[in-house]
């Protein structure tokens, strides 16, 4: 919820997708195995949060818009 919060209202900007990104630890707790581990699948959800940003095409600076339950 907290990395989710963290984009309404902010630009559509890698700096806000980076801030949302460290969010994640406080609602995010990946499963451990022995495929991977807790703190490489965090940091995979955290990069797939970054790559979901680099791959969208520029939206001109408008605030992130995002539905609200």
Same mark, same amino acid.
């Given at each position: 919820?907290? /990395?989710?919060? /963290?984009?309404?209202? %902010?630009?559509?900007?890698?700096? *806000?997708?980076?801030?949302?990104? *460290? #969010? #994640?630890? %406080?609602?995010?707790?990946?499963?451990?195995?022995?495929?991977?581990?807790?703190?490489?699948?965090?940091?995979? /959800? %955290?990069?797939? #949060?970054?790559?979901?940003?680099?791959? %969208?095409?520029?939206?001109?600076?408008?605030?992130?818009?995002?539905?609200?339950?």
């Amino acid at each position: 919820m907290a /990395a989710e919060e /963290a984009l309404i209202g %902010q630009p559509w900007c890698e700096g *806000a997708f980076t801030a949302a990104a *460290a #969010l #994640l630890p %406080q609602n995010f707790t990946p499963l451990s195995d022995w495929r991977a581990s807790v703190d490489y699948r965090m940091l995979t /959800a %955290q990069n797939l #949060l970054l790559r979901f940003f680099l791959e %969208q095409d520029d939206a001109g600076g408008e605030p992130v818009r995002l539905a609200v339950a």
